[in-house]
């Protein structure tokens, strides 16, 4: 069997520079403490000539962050998956996503107890905007679940056995409490 190890340095380049490219092109965020010493630091130098090209070839833009960086589709059409936006599946994972924003900062997976109490709060709070079956008593658990998978496929969080863990790319669904600032009195 013959090695196909890239033996010049121009060769290694090209090799990691389409790894990369493959890697930014088909994951929804690559993390920097995914990748390999190599990888990791080839990257670091060579992120915005990567990520331009990208951008040139594929109208994603580039979301550079402190933990990695996300090709993000404006348009929704070269993503396999995206975040719902309609229906109740959709209020439940962004509810999901802006309650795990929240305690992204703990760097520890949410239980599943503590997200299913937090789904009766939504329960109690939205059901009645919500079809029929999010409200039965024991519906928490599989809307729970699917709504932690989709965000997990979307590079958003882990499943782990005891829960959910946030990664920090979620913290773009952070809630903040609405503001509401007094214009000057009239007259």
Not at 31 to 37: F, K, Q
Request: aromatic share 6%.
């Amino acid at each position: 069997m013959q090695d196909l190890t890239p033996t010049s340095p121009e060769a290694r380049n090209r090799e990691l520079r389409q790894r990369l490219t493959e890697r930014l092109l088909d994951d929804p965020v690559l993390y920097y403490s995914e990748l390999n010493e190599d990888e990791r630091a080839y990257l670091l130098n060579q992120r915005h000539a990567i990520v331009q090209r990208i951008q040139e070839a594929t109208g994603l833009i580039p979301e550079m962050r402190a933990e990695g960086i996300a090709m993000v589709d404006p348009d929704g059409e070269l993503a396999d998956q995206r975040m719902p936006s309609e229906g109740t599946e959709g209020h439940i994972t962004l509810l999901m996503a802006g309650h795990l924003a929240e305690h992204l900062s703990q760097d520890q997976a949410q239980s599943w107890t503590s997200i299913h109490a937090a789904y009766r709060g939504w329960t109690e709070q939205f059901g009645r905007y919500w079809k029929k079956a999010a409200k039965e008593p024991d519906a928490g658990q599989s809307f729970c679940r699917e709504a932690a998978e989709r965000l997990a496929g979307l590079g958003l969080a882990r499943l782990e056995s005891d829960g959910v863990r946030p990664l920090p790319t979620i913290a773009r669904y952070a809630v903040e409490a609405p503001r509401i600032s007094r214009i000057g009195k009239i007259g």
